[in-house]
């Protein structure tokens, strides 16, 4: 449901930004648009009951449980797409500076801190409207977050990779402390003001039939 | 339930399938006739960006029939992709994925 709400958001968006924060229950494998089903262990997403859903955006496999995911939907942004990355996840390092984390910006779509990942992000462009999702890494247990997503460290034909356990990190905050800094910190780098939004019921009705029909659908999250 | 590029088959089929790690981590998923030396199917799957998205059934399915031959491989990818914007690796990147994919073959 998460993913139809954006994706709803982004075909209803009007000239008013939307930005939106969101958790995960139960938890969620979300895969990128380009990602092979065979990217992550979807047997033992089944056996442990965690969903998979293949998201409209590209980038890497997600494990979705103690993190805060954002969205932001827009009709203005920079032409360049390294830009508005940079734009959006301005907004997020500038938030978690507040609490305390040296949080970076690292091109094209990640979040560091400490040179390891607390976050990545993930856009999509369509009739001009850009969405931009990504997530914070709150706590992670890395054992478990990786026996859901398959790095295939042993199959690259021609360079040795870091072992992706070592690459991710947490910013040890709770979903509301970070939730608040992103609030106070949209409304400064954008320098707006900010109103609170919620989906009438009907529009809650237009993401199930979106759900129902893209995100719930194997043919979409097996496509590839 | 996974689509299959596997049923392209015939006594000069052969299937190989390679990981590569640029910016973004890919793989190929490629099928050739090493007969005639052309793509009968690929898949080209990741954590890559392109925008728009849709291309990349575009480019799976015009790529089939191209010589496996590195200037053929990347021109074609060089039209396919025109107006693209493509993040993770390059075009050159991904024209010599697949030629090593077919050389890998050959070992």
């Known amino acids: 449901m998460n993913m139809a709400v954006d994706e709803y958001l982004m ?19 979300s895969i990128g648009y380009f990602q092979s089903i065979e990217d992550i262990d979807s047997q033992k997403c089944r056996d442990d009951k965690v969903d998979v859903v293949r998201r409209i955006t590209g980038g890497g496999s997600v494990f979705h449980e103690k993190e805060l995911t954002y969205s932001f939907v827009s009709r203005q942004y920079p032409a360049k797409i390294i830009d508005s990355y940079q734009a959006i996840c301005q907004v997020i390092t500038s938030g978690l500076n507040t609490l305390g984390i040296d949080a970076k910006f690292s091109p094209l779509n990640d979040i560091t801190a400490d040179g390891k990942k607390i976050g990545g992000n993930a ?48 910013v040890s905050k709770t979903f509301d402390q970070v ?46 | 339930m996974v689509s299959s590029i596997n049923n392209q088959n015939s006594a000069n089929s052969v299937s190989v399938k390679r990981y590569f790690k640029f910016e973004k981590m890919l793989c190929v998923d490629l099928v050739f006739d090493k007969i ?39 021109s074609k990818l060089e039209s396919l992709l025109s107006g693209c914007e493509l993040y993770g690796f390059s075009i050159d990147s991904l024209s010599d994925a697949i030629i090593k994919c077919k050389e890998a073959n050959s070992h």
Request: charged share 30%; proline share 6%; glycine share 4%.
């Open chain 1, 123 to 170: 856009q999509t462009r369509k009739n001009g409207v850009l969405l931009q999702h990504g997530t914070i890494l709150l706590e992670v247990n890395k054992e478990k977050m990786f026996s859901y997503l398959k790095i295939p460290v042993e199959k690259i034909s021609d360079k040795k990779i870091p072992d992706p356990k070592d690459r991710v990190t947490q």
């Open chain 1, 179 to 224: 939730a608040k800094s992103l609030k106070d910190s949209l409304k400064l780098v954008f320098d707006c003001q900010t109103v609170p939004m919620n989906l009438e019921q009907n529009e809650i009705e237009s993401c199930k039939i979106i759900s129902k029909d893209r995100y719930s659908n194997p043919q979409w999250t097996f496509k590839r």
């Open chain 2, 36 to 74: 005639t030396n052309t793509i009968q199917a690929i898949k080209i799957t990741g954590d890559f960006f392109l925008h728009p998205e849709e291309k990349i059934d575009l480019i799976e399915s015009e790529l089939v029939g191209t010589k496996l031959e590195k200037n053929q491989v990347k």
């Open chain 1, 11 to 29: 075909t209803h968006v009007t000239d008013v930004p939307v930005f939106r924060i969101y958790g995960w229950s139960p938890p969620c494998v």
